[in-house]
């Protein structure tokens, strides 16, 4: 079965940066829209940017300016860029996308992957 699988999380101290990205570990018939979310402790998930198969993006208004969200649609990867990184983007970060295995199309999520800002 596809899965989608998210890599780059760790510890940086705040004003660093890291990329994540997040790509299937098979083959999809076809991909469309894709996104990461996160999940901080005790809150509810938010959006975090979202990038459409031609490249069109919206971003949460807390990472503006600073998050960059990309794809590679001939590697079927997404990326998403966190530049000067604060103690409030600490979270689990979640990658999701719009997929079509063959049998429709299907809302899929990562396992997430810990990404944590200290001061």
């Known amino acids: 079965q596809v899965q989608l699988v998210e890599s780059g999380g760790g510890l940086v101290q705040a004003g660093g940066s890291l990329i994540l990205s997040c790509a299937p570990s098979?083959?999809?018939?076809?991909?469309?829209?894709m996104g990461w979310y996160r999940q901080a402790p005790g809150k509810q998930r938010e959006l975090v940017a979202r990038?459409?198969?031609?490249?069109?993006?919206n971003y949460a208004d807390s990472v503006k300016g600073r998050f960059t969200i990309s794809r590679d649609n001939a590697k079927n990867t997404v990326y998403l860029q966190m530049n000067s990184l604060k103690p409030e983007d600490t979270a689990v970060y979640y990658c999701?996308?719009?997929?079509?295995?063959?049998?429709?199309?299907?809302?899929?999520w990562g396992q997430g992957t810990q990404v944590t800002v200290s001061s």
């Open positions: 999701n996308a719009m997929m079509n295995v063959g049998r429709g199309w299907t809302d899929y």
């Open positions: 098979g083959s999809p018939f076809s991909i469309s829209g």
């Open positions: 990038i459409t198969y031609g490249g069109s993006t």
